[in-house]
């Protein structure tokens, strides 16, 4: 059973314009969510995260928001670059010290020039 | 800072053969993970370290797999006997001792024939 849903494959976005990738999750136990992106041939890079106390965080271009009532979480990237194009991976974490991320299956973002 | 290393990065072996995968994790980071990423999927971790101590293997299959991490630097993660489902990325991972954040390394690509 995913505890962690990426529920869609993949997403393509106009450079310039918004890209926003959404993630849910299962498990209220999780209290603290990353998004790491990945291009072929390469790791999972991180990108941004967020706590449960919180419901945003921004870091240039990247946006997290959180909704815990929800159970989703969901990435912004404005404006998009054709450099974001890879697959972007959520991710959550349980309780202080339990450094056990579960991933969810990823999106591949496509920016089209 | 150099990042997380890993060696090598593409393995191709037949089945029955043994294989072996190299980490070294970020300078100071004391808490090593290695992941396996089958196709389509996010990564799952097999094994954490936290410097030499091995704190959760519980996803590790012991019956052919095996890991360690002599003077808590690097680490190397075995498969004896390799079979084909055991194809896939393997990713290692490094954090500091009380982060949540995890680096990872560019993995390992192990196509078993």
């Known amino acids: 059973d995913q505890q962690v849903k990426q529920n869609s494959p993949s997403l393509s976005v106009q450079e310039g314009r918004i890209s926003i990738l959404n993630c849910d999750y299962t498990?209220?136990?999780?209290?603290?969510f990353l998004w790491y992106k990945k291009y072929p041939a390469e790791g999972p890079t991180f990108l941004i995260s967020?706590?449960?106390?919180?419901d945003k965080n921004e870091d240039g271009r990247f946006t997290v928001f959180l909704n815990k009532s929800a159970k989703h979480l969901s990435l912004h990237i404005v404006p998009s670059q054709p450099g974001d194009s890879a697959v972007y991976f959520c991710?959550?974490?349980?309780?202080?010290?339990?450094?056990?991320?579960?991933f969810g299956k990823g999106t591949k973002l496509s920016v089209i020039p | 800072e150099a990042g997380v290393v890993q060696s090598p990065r593409y393995k191709i072996i037949e089945k029955k053969q043994p294989v072996a995968f190299w980490c070294n994790p970020i300078?100071?980071?004391?808490?090593l993970y290695w992941y396996r990423q089958n196709l389509g999927q996010g990564p799952e971790l097999l094994i954490r370290?936290?410097?030499?101590?091995?704190?959760?293997d519980s996803q590790l299959p012991k019956d052919r797999f095996s890991a360690e991490r002599l003077k808590g630097v690097d680490s190397t993660l075995k498969i004896q006997p390799a079979e084909l489902g055991d194809s896939a990325v393997y990713l290692c991972?490094?954090?500091?001792?009380?982060?949540?954040?995890?680096?990872f390394g560019p993995g390992t690509r192990l196509l078993v024939l």
């Open positions: 991710a959550a974490q349980s309780g202080a010290g339990s450094y056990q991320l579960t």
């Open positions: 991972a490094s954090s500091s001792l009380r982060g949540e954040t995890q680096y």
């Open positions: 498990n209220s136990m999780f209290d603290y």
């Open positions: 300078s100071g980071h004391n808490t």
């Open positions: 967020i706590s449960s106390i919180k």
């Open positions: 370290y936290e410097n030499e101590e091995a704190v959760d």
